[in-house]
Every structure is written in C-alpha cells, then in structure tokens.
C-alpha cells in the first residue's frame, strides 16, 4: 500500500504530515499501485481515478 | 492611536479615497497591539464603502494541469515534478458544478482554465459550457482562461462572460522571481483589453511568494491603479513539486494586516478571499478576514485543494448578520 498524497510506501517513513494536509486535498496517488491518478476536483467534492483500480470520489 | 489610522480614518473612510503606496507600507508595518484597530477600520471602511452584503462565489477547473508556465507556486505548471495530472472536465459535470454553486446561494460561477492562453478547443468548449449553464442556472458566468487576444476578448463577451479573472499575482518588481515564462507587463495588457471591452476586471494576487513589506505594499499600490471590479486575495499554500514547495505560509496576523492595508487602499473594490485562508488563518481567520476588510468569498473547493464546507462559511455569514449579495442586486 502507497501514500496517497506522497506516493511513497504507506509503511515506510511518516505520513502524519500527508494525513493532516489530506484534509484540505484530494488524493493524488493510487495507494494500490502509486501511480498519479487523474483527480477533478469541483465545488462540493472530488473524483480521483487510476486506471487500473478504479475511481474514487468524495 | 496610531498616525497612519488617524490619517486613513479621514482620507479613506471619511473622503473614500484610497492609501497610497507609502501609507500602506506604514499600515503593514504596524505592531501586533494596533492590530484590533486597523481591522475595526477596514471593516468601517468597507461596510461604508460597499455596504454588509457579501459576494459568494464558486470556482471550477474546466481544463486541469499540463500548463507550459513556469509560476513557481503553481502545483499545474506541466514543468514542475508535480504530482497534478492534466485533466478536462466535461459539459455535464460543469454545467452540475454550477448547479451545485447556485445552491449554495452563490451568484458567481468562475470557470477556470490551466493554459497560457486559450485555444480553439478551449473557446469551443468555454462556447459550450456558458451556454448550456445559461440554460439551466440561473448564475453569473466569470472566467479565468490565461493571457487573450482581442478577438478572444470580443468572443468572451459575445458568451456573456460577465466578468475576467487574471491575476497579476505579484508586485511588478517581485514578478520575475516568481514567472520567467511570461512577464508582467503580458499579464498587465490583457487586464487592459478586457476593461475596455465592458467585462469587469478581476485581478489579484498570492501573498506569501517571498515578497518584501514593501514589495506587497508595491503590489497593494498596483492593484489600486489598475482599480479593478474584484481583487481576490490568495494566501500560498505550498504545494509539493514546486519551487515554492518549501516557502513558509503567511503569519495569520501578517495575513490580516494585509487584507486591511488592501481594502484601505482600494475602499470600494470586492475584496475576496481566495485560496489558502484556511492554510494561513484557520477556522476563525475567515471571521476575522470578514470583520477586517473581506467582503467575498469562494465557498466548497479550490481549484485542485479543498475548502472548508460552503455550509460553513454561509453560517457564519448569518452569524455576522451579513447578507449573501443577491442575483438581482449583482446585475
Ligand atoms: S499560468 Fe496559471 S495554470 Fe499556468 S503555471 Fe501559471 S498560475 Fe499555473
Ligand atoms: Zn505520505
Ligand atoms: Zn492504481
């Protein structure tokens, strides 16, 4: 599992920053395979999609 | 009590007219303890000046990324090792963005564009966009598309685009640390043609890019010349990748010095807060922003961050018992 904000692996290192700036971003990176996701982002929320793993929204 | 607020108390609250570019500089220059005071007189300022409604507006990236500029905060720069991917955004899910604005309340709607410059395929689908949203919400269209040509201009008119934002971003002198791609001056001609052609000019900047006091009192002094309909005012939220990615953010208390040193030098102008509030001033900086100078916001999300719920802003508008400008009272 990746990051998804930095793309590194989830299990490596510390991600409180990524988790705290998460809160004021969409996801960037696919935490199944780390690769950048196309990401819209519209008034009232968000899609990301990976084209491998599918599309995330909130 | 300070020199300066005396002065600004009868130059600009009294006589409406706005700080020059030293008188700013002594504003922003002020000590933590007058702080209170120069937001109770930027507030006095604006609700004489423009009254307590204020302008709530939505903003939407039509075309994401990719960009060939080279703005160093600019997390859509295609030259940045930025994690942002080019994305367009489709007629539907614009025209359901704008619906989603309009429900809110808001009566602006920005569509906003990551080019240089326009393209055909961009005004085709700018065209499309305006038209459709016209047919089925009733909202204001504003656009932010880059740098124009006349005839882009004239055609930007022709689809009812009511007002244009481009940004100067930075004082003249401070421009060049902050985009090599493009100058000042380009950004300074385009703001001219769209004031000619009848659009109402919006146009601010980021504070936070490494500027001096004096360079943002400059800029604050640049603004006031260029006299535009709207100013918004962003704050840098540093975005990974970019060359700015490691700039410290805005002191909440710097931020509030300047918005108050904004709206005492442009008294009657829509001074809103854009981007980065919530980065730079927290939850209660928005109250504050709004009981110092700001009179608009953008509610919901950024451009490719998020925002605080439009939900929260609109409570404490009726809070702080100021009226969401209506439809009828912007046209
Ligand atoms: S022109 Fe606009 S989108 Fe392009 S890099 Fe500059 S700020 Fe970003
Ligand atoms: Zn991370
Ligand atoms: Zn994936």
Redesign the pocket.
Known sequence: MF??????Q?AE?D?T???AARELEPPRFCPECRRRMKVQVVPTGWTASCVEHGTRTA | MSEILDRARSQVLNDGVGLDEAQILEVLRLPDDALPELLQLAHDVRMKWCGPEVEVEGIVSLKTGGCPEDCHFCSQSGLFASPVRSVWLDIPSLVEAAKQTAATGATEFCIVAAVRGPDQRLMTQMREGVKAIKAEVDIQVAASLGMLTQEQVDDLVDMGVHRYNHNLETCQSHFPHVVTTHTWEERWGTLKMVRDSGMEVCCGGILGLGETLEQRAEFAAQLAELDPHEVPMNFLNPRPGTPLGDQPVVEGKDALRAIAAFRLAMPRTILRFAGGREITLGDLGTRDGLLGGINAVIVGNYLTTLGRPATSDLELLQDLKMPVKALSATI
């Open positions: 990051c998804d904000r930095c793309g590194n989830a290192g991600h920053a990524c988790a």
